[in-house]
């Protein structure tokens, strides 16, 4: 199911680059503000690969350098078979402020390219003054999707069978994710956290803010 993620979520990034690749800078207006998260109170832990750096609270999360994208992992979860986790990849320079147009047009090519893909919310926030693009999606399969992923050529039957077969997939249960797209210096960078259980949610949401608030380039 890794291999098969991680390439839906490269196609995913592919098609947002192409959505905003070009758009130029736009007014920006006052969006609902994520609750910033007080790094000064918290012991960070920082992952890294040779692109980018970013960091996370360590006495919740465990993460490893070098990986592309770079992951962290749920503590509480990481030895079970749902293990809660994030996500984050520099996708491709941009310029510009997002809008709702453009958050209208991720939002409708994310859900025409991944029927398996269902938001639930889809909205502009801030963070640090800087607008954000913040969803929440739930992600589950049937047979249907299957064959039109395949049909589509998102994935082939060789990803199927190194998941273990269509009936492991089918028995995945729907996960829940929040992502946000934000733009650090002159690169946009995608945050998606992976959850299963209600309880989880703030943890991962508190995650994700440290994360976007220290992502930096590697220079």
Not at 108 to 131: C, Y
Request: charged share 20%; with cysteine.
């Amino acid at each position: 199911m890794k291999r098969k993620a991680f390439a839906a979520l490269a196609a995913v990034c592919l098609v947002l680059c192409l959505i905003l690749a070009g758009c130029g800078t736009v007014s920006e207006e006052d969006y609902p503000p994520l609750e910033k998260v007080d790094l000064s109170s918290m012991t960070l832990g920082t992952v890294s690969n040779s692109t980018f750096s970013t960091q996370y609270p360590a006495d919740k999360w465990t993460g490893s350098d070098g990986t592309s994208p770079l992951i962290i992992y749920y503590n509480d979860t990481i030895d079970s078979g749902k293990a809660v986790n994030i996500n984050v990849q520099q996708s491709g320079i941009y310029s510009g402020k997002f809008t709702e147009k453009y958050m209208n047009k991720l939002v409708e090519s994310i859900t025409e390219s991944f029927p398996n893909i269902e938001f639930v919310k889809a909205e502009l926030r801030s963070i640090n003054g800087k607008s954000v693009i913040y969803t929440e999606t739930v992600t589950q399969f049937t047979d249907e999707v299957l064959d039109q992923l395949l049909e589509q050529g998102v994935i082939t039957q060789t990803d199927i069978d190194n998941a273990g077969g269509r009936e492991a997939i089918l028995a995945t249960p729907p996960t829940d994710q929040i992502t946000l797209y934000a733009v650090t210096g002159a690169y946009l960078y995608i945050y998606t956290g992976t959850y299963y259980e209600e309880s989880q949610k703030a943890d991962v949401l508190e995650a994700l803010t440290v994360m976007a608030q220290t992502t930096a380039e590697v220079k």
